[in-house]
């Protein structure tokens, strides 16, 4: 016989498929194998129709296309006998699916056999309905499985029930005719209908309301008996599992009976007891038994308030911790998060075995367990966990210490109860994992330290100590080189000691040894030489004996490649050799770093409103935007009102050196100043990682003084000023010329641009339910500036509630968002609500305003969130 005939039989086919070396030889096998399929398609060949399609459905499962053998099915379906049906809905099941046209011509054929006087015909359509029914069919059919479902035998009632499930999905407008049925099967002895029966229930519950509390009120009673009976039954050994009956239809009814008393006191009574039982009689010492207390715990947490039984569910969960399998520990992990939001002091019971988890082999309980303790951590006992944490930390393998870090220090920053414990505690972590640490961690540790003025002295001290054993602990060097920098002469002189603390003697030369050794490390990055260098500025200052030597070091970096330090180092240089006058106030002490900061993140967050009365860009609830780092105005840490970022000429270096607020002096008048985030304020110290931005604005006419009591900048009318600055400005004699400071490097400042033009409204942002809508305006003389009203409209006939706006902006865009309007939204346009923007564009005249924005509001308190980008801002902006 030919091979490739559809004579031959499917296991010669497999065998030949098989016996194929390559994938190029078994596609010439089964090449061939469907082109004589298809001939015996086309000469109508009824004698191996069946054969052919049971290799279709091989060729299929190999994953080769079969779509032209899918009229095969539908002739096999249409035969009267009994094997050929069984391998035409077999093929049906296989090779079509719901979406398939063809689809449509099998309906007449399935009802036909769903009233067929053969059970096992019948067996074979509610099979294959189960498994493709599209909405359509369902619609069509649901009569004949409804009927079904009251059927003699028990198979033919379980497959309907299977089907009937697969209707409700995709109709849920049918449950209603389901519900008596259903509810008739909950009274089933056999098994495999009662199983059926309970997942069609709990189905109808989720897709109908009415369900919901028809079986509240009708089958409560009769499901906690079953379950009973169930749990209480004596050993029948076809349905024995590991010495439990049946833990499949266990675990069934207690997902119903979950669904039935969550949200009802009465239906959540009635099965209070039977839900102990089955948490205290069950055997955890088998898969199947962990399985049914695990479903039993997820009741009881869902139903009602029990505290008896809650505290009885998480200590099944403590048990959990501790067996053996990982994946039970995993999911009781996973419960107790749940769990601690309904009863955390249940859970802090089992606070010691939650903590061993964190020191697990597995790296999934790992990390699941150290998000469990974090949420476990309160006010009074984050002392001895935290001390917990920070020893594993010594020990903790090194691809965890990341997410290990990064919760103890959150930890620290948000349940801290004293300004010394937080600054100890970092500083152990700080010793050991330095390298992990995020950069806005150490700066609100800096923020801290600015803000505890009492601790200075014990902070360098102690710095200064960690600095000698942990040396390659990158964020450790920074905060060191820092508070050296800032409280060198305490550290010097023991200033500020406390009782607790041990004497300790350092020589000037020591402070700038331990600055020296930093700079010159080979595994320093930029940031930490360039903060060295500003250290060694300072304590030029406050160690006059160590002047020259400090200059010397800050000399060799003249040369340096990178151009920062290279920088840094001629000017610094310059403003110790020439302008020994002007030192003293330049590296005066900080001032205290913004307090709110502080606050915020011992909140566990950034503040999440903070006035911006001009301008600085903040962490705000309806957007986020970054400020841009000055070159060198933020050296001293004075901020800027609404000032633009400086240019590079030399005609603004002074200003921008001694951090003069370059706003005009009507806008400083009862304003305050814009607070800085915790995450850039030593970005902006350094004056680095962004790249300075042209400035469009010209220079104020009058320049106020840096601070109080700075007697050699307290005006600026001692140096000489460029004539295209202020006309009232004047030169007094014996002034240090402005171009010494940087060797002559001066050049008038840009003028301000003249941009009047009217923008035109425009639709930013349009969906079916809400409409915004930007106008914009440009305040006079500032074109890096915008001006935005957003206008939000409801489309739809419901009211939106608890209305929220956010946006965010790229890099070179500062945003900032004022309060809207109203947070409720009329329905169907009957009024709007208003939000004003302000979006000043560093890169202007270069780079166009884009803006990623979130609206979130609520529907009948059903939350709603939309997201979108907008790009269409007109030219020029």
């Not at 053998?69 to 296989?94: D, H, N, T, V, W």
């Not at 689809?103 to 309905?129: E, F, P, R, W």
């Not at 200590?315 to 107790?336: E, K, P, Q, T, W």
């Not at 200052?541 to 003249?558: A, G, Y």
Request: net charge negative; with cysteine; aromatic share 6%.
């Amino acid at each position: 016989m030919n091979p490739f005939s559809s004579g031959t039989r499917l296991r010669d086919m497999i065998r030949a498929i098989r016996a194929c070396k390559t994938a190029a030889e078994e596609r010439g096998v089964v090449r061939k194998e469907c082109a004589a399929i298809r001939a015996a398609i086309n000469e109508n060949d009824n004698d191996y129709r069946h054969r052919n399609l049971a290799k279709l459905m091989f060729i299929h499962m190999l994953g080769y296309p079969t779509h032209f053998g899918q009229m095969e099915c539908l002739k096999l379906i249409a035969s009267s006998e009994f094997p050929e049906k069984r391998i035409g809905y077999l093929g049906l099941m296989l090779l079509l699916d719901e979406r398939q046209e063809v689809l449509m011509l099998v309906t007449n054929s399935l009802k036909q056999d769903l009233n067929h006087s053969n059970q096992y015909i019948v067996g074979l359509a509610l099979c294959a309905l189960g498994n493709i029914c599209s909405a359509e069919m369902a619609r069509d059919l649901a009569p004949e499985v409804e009927r079904l479902l009251q059927f003699r035998d028990p198979n033919t009632r379980k497959k309907a029930a299977l089907c009937a499930i697969r209707i409700i999905r995709k109709v849920p407008d049918l449950a209603e005719n389901f519900i008596n049925p259903a509810a008739a099967l909950l009274k089933e002895k056999h098994h495999g209908v009662l199983i059926t029966g309970v997942q069609l229930c709990t189905d109808l519950c989720k897709a109908s309301a009415d369900a919901l509390e028809y079986f509240r009120e009708k089958c409560t009673e009769g499901l906690v008996k079953t379950l009973k009976d169930v749990a209480n039954s004596p050993y029948a050994p076809e349905y024995d599992i590991a010495g439990i009956t049946d833990p499949f239809l266990h675990i069934r009814l207690l997902k119903l009976l979950r669904v039935l008393g969550q949200g009802d006191a009465d239906a959540s009574d009635l099965m209070n007891d039977i839900l102990a039982q089955v948490a205290t009689k069950t055997e955890s010492n088998k898969n199947a038994g962990n399985a049914i207390l695990y479903e039993c715990v997820e009741t009881i947490m869902s139903i009602e308030d029990n505290g008896g039984l809650r505290v009885l569910a998480i200590n099944i969960l403590g048990r959990f911790l501790s067996n053996r399998d990982n994946n039970i520990r995993y999911v009781a992990l996973n419960m107790l998060m749940k769990a601690i939001t309904v009863d955390a002091q249940a859970v802090q019971r089992h606070r010691a075995t939650i903590l061993e988890c964190v020191k697990d082999s597995d790296a999934s309980i790992r990390k699941r367990a150290l998000e469990l303790v974090y949420l476990l951590i309160n006010e009074s006992n984050v002392k001895p966990l935290t001390k917990e944490l920070i020893d594993y930390l010594e020990v903790s393998d090194q691809e965890f210490k990341g997410d290990l870090t990064a919760k103890i220090c959150s930890i620290i920053a948000k349940f801290s109860p004293e300004k010394i414990w937080y600054i100890d505690q970092m500083l152990k972590v700080l010793s050991e994992a330095g390298n992990f640490v995020k950069d806005e961690v150490w700066h609100a540790l800096i923020v801290v330290i600015s803000n505890a003025s009492d601790l200075h002295g014990y902070t360098v001290r102690a710095l200064y100590r960690a600095l000698q054993t942990s040396v390659e602990q990158e964020s450790l060097v920074r905060v060191a080189v820092w508070c050296i920098g800032e409280y060198g002469d305490m550290l010097i002189n023991n200033v500020g000691m406390l009782d607790i603390e041990d004497p300790i003697t350092v020589t000037e030369s020591d402070a700038v040894d331990i600055i020296e050794l930093a700079i010159k490390r080979h595994t320093s990055d930029l940031t930490t030489k360039a903060m060295s260098l500003i250290a060694l500025l300072k304590l030029s200052s406050r160690f006059p004996s160590c002047s020259e030597r400090i200059r010397d070091i800050i000399v060799q970096n003249r040369g340096n490649l990178v151009l920062e330090l290279q920088q840094r180092s001629i000017e610094f240089n310059s403003i110790i050799q020439k302008h020994q006058n002007i030192r003293s106030a330049l590296v005066e002490r900080m001032p205290v770093l913004d307090e709110a900061t502080f606050i915020g993140r011992r909140a566990g967050s950034m503040p999440a409103t903070v006035s911006t009365s001009n301008g600085a860009s903040l962490n705000l609830p309806n957007g986020v935007a970054k400020p841009s780092a000055a070159p060198l105005v933020d050296l001293l840490d004075l901020s800027l009102d609404d000032a633009p970022a400086p240019s590079s000429s030399g005609g603004d270096f002074l200003q921008d050196l001694l951090g003069v607020d370059l706003s005009p002096a009507s806008n400083q008048s009862g304003t305050n100043q814009a607070s800085k985030t915790g995450t850039d304020v030593l970005l902006d110290l350094l004056s680095i990682e962004t790249p300075p931005v042209q400035s469009s604005s010209s220079p104020p006419d009058v320049l106020s003084s840096i601070q109080d009591n700075k007697s050699p900048v307290a005006s600026l009318e001692e140096l000489a000023l460029p004539s295209s600055l202020s006309g009232q400005a004047t030169t007094p004699v014996g002034a240090a010329p402005m171009m010494d400071l940087l060797d002559g490097f001066v050049s008038n400042p840009p003028k301000p641009e003249n941009n009047g033009s009217v923008y035109p409204s425009v639709v930013a942002f349009e969906s079916s339910a809400l409409r915004i809508t930007f106008d914009f305006s440009k305040p006079p003389g500032n074109p890096q500036t915008t001006s935005v009203q957003a206008t939000f409209t409801n489309l739809s006939p419901n009211v939106y509630t608890d209305f929220i706006f956010q946006a965010a902006v790229p890099k070179f865009l500062q945003l900032h968002l004022d309060p809207a309007s109203s947070n409720t939204l009329p329905a169907t346009g009957n009024g709007s609500i208003t939000q004003n923007l302000r979006v000043t564009n560093s890169q202007h005249g270069k780079k166009s305003l884009v803006m990623r924005i979130r609206i979130a509001y609520k529907i009948n308190d059903k939350d709603v969130l939309e997201e979108g980008q907008i790009s269409n801002f007109p030219r020029g902006l």
